[in-house]
């Protein structure tokens, strides 16, 4: 039920900049560059600027419409359309999910802060910037301290309420941070290496697919647009019946496949060519290089490492904000009391992912995955990074299609935004088949070719 109390966004502006600072963060400045790195540049970066248009958009749009519709996060949303059912589970999922993500996203983003405060205070100039790297990762304390410090802001943000907090936030520094790193890239293209950077990261090859290639497109298509947890369904439910969702949910795809593709235009030209090891370091190695040769680098590297704190906070906001959502929408508890649960529960699942790169050894190589060893954060990514991501993107589908039925989203979806109506054409065959069956057949075949992964 629509409760006339549930709060909503300021103006669309607001929406879209609060959308877009769920999608854009960590995945796509951190986490993109590397997976294109692993996964062989050019063609890899083709099959996902594929994937986010006719996958993730689709996708994008079905969880704004339920969202806006039901006025529900993700749980109470399956409850409201299927009361009693077992559709609940999608919700379930979602929140799982979500605090699944927030646990290592957290341990990562604990990294941004301190490279804040180590351009601050020290600079990154006389050191190998990957020796100093690993040694950080390494120590328990600092990994510790520093996952608890931004746990502890997220909720912090996450109490202070929809309006107040996530909205102004993003409202001011998005833009900043686009134009940082418009200047970065501009200065990467001037490198010595630049070119052969770009024909790496731009030019496809077919000798570059792998078997694993198609997996980690999808996944982080998902993860990088927030999608398969409801986390844009439950910001949809936030807005307004006014505001025109089909225009809203484009231009947040959009910014969020633009800033991921500038940041790969930032470190391939540094690298110059294909990463000789692409793994969660790369950009943190290859930036702090970068600003070490850069005339005022130490104050553009501060502002930057400042940027990315913020834009994962951006996204932590809205990973912490579906369970939270949950509780307080189905158990009646309190903002406060309901993020300090989720938070405090995600603090202890976050402990062996701060501990796995290089604190513990045995929590550091478990598995190898796509070629490459994983620890225990490795692992929590794949698992609910990729695979829970891409589980709940097709469940959001088929009970749309089965359950909720395409025509009722559709009719919430151009709801205000009737001359749009025409992209049905073209939204209808890719929910009903093309979406599904992509996600599927990845799917199976991980499951039945048990050899995908290693
Ligand atoms: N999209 C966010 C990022 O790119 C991460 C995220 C995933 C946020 C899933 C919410 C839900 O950093």
């Excluded at 796509?28 to 083709?46: D, E, H």
């Excluded at 390494?138 to 996952?147: E, I, K, T």
């Excluded at 469940?395 to 009722?408: A, E, Q, T, Y």
Aim: proline share 3%; aromatic share 12%; glycine share 12%.
């Amino acid at each position: 039920m629509s409760s006339p109390s549930r709060e909503q966004w300021n103006s669309s502006l607001g929406f879209i900049l609060a959308a877009a600072g769920s999608a854009i963060g960590l995945g796509n400045i951190w986490r993109f560059p590397y997976i294109t790195g692993q996964n062989g540049g050019g063609s890899f970066v083709l099959l996902y600027l594929i994937i986010v248009f006719t996958i993730g958009l689709p996708v994008m749009y079905l969880e704004l419409s339920t969202g806006r519709f039901t006025q529900r996060g993700p749980v109470g949303a399956m409850e409201k359309l299927a009361p009693g059912s077992f559709w609940k589970i999608i919700g379930y999922l979602a929140v799982i999910t979500g605090i699944g993500i927030l646990s290592y996203y957290s341990v990562v983003a604990g990294w941004t802060i301190w490279y804040f405060i180590k351009a601050i205070f020290q600079g990154f100039g006389g050191e190998n910037t990957g020796t100093a790297f690993s040694q950080f990762v390494a120590s328990a304390p600092h990994q510790l301290v520093l996952l608890g410090v931004f746990l502890g802001l997220t909720t912090g943000i996450v109490i202070s309420g929809i309006k107040g907090g996530i909205e102004k936030i993003s409202m001011i520094l998005m833009p900043v941070l686009f134009l940082l790193m418009i200047g970065l890239i501009i200065y990467a293209l001037t490198l010595d290496n630049a070119a052969a950077g770009l024909k790496y990261y731009l030019i496809p090859k077919t000798s570059d697919f792998t078997k694993t290639t198609f997996i980690f497109a999808l996944g982080q298509a998902f993860f990088s647009l927030s999608l398969g947890m409801g986390a844009m369904l439950t910001y949809g439910s936030y807005l307004s019946k006014k505001e025109n969702l089909v225009k809203a949910g484009f231009l947040v795809v959009l910014f969020d496949t633009l800033i991921a593709i500038m940041a790969g235009l930032i470190i391939f030209p540094v690298i110059g060519g294909a990463p000789e090891k692409a793994g969660a370091g790369l950009v943190f190695v290859v930036i702090t290089e970068l600003f070490c040769t850069l005339p005022g680098g130490r104050i553009l590297g501060a502002l930057f490492f400042l940027l990315l704190t913020i834009a994962a906070l951006t996204s932590t906001i809205s990973l912490l904000e579906v369970a939270a959502s949950w509780l307080m929408d189905e158990y009646k508890m309190v903002r406060k009391k309901a993020a300090l649960i989720v938070s405090g529960i995600t603090f202890v699942i976050a402990i062996p992912s701060a501990l796995s790169l290089g604190a513990s050894k045995s929590l550091s190589s478990i598995i190898k995955i796509g070629g490459e060893e994983k620890g225990f954060l490795g692992i929590m990514d794949f698992l609910f990074g990729n695979l829970s991501l891409a589980i709940g993107g097709l469940l959001i589908i088929i009970f749309v299609v089965f359950k909720w039925k395409l025509k009722n989203a559709e009719d919430e979806l151009y709801h205000n935004a009737d001359r749009f109506r025409f992209l049905s054409l073209i939204m209808k065959p890719l929910i009903w088949f093309a979406a599904p069956a992509a996600i599927m057949v990845v799917l199976g075949f991980m499951l039945f070719t048990g050899k995908t992964l290693s």
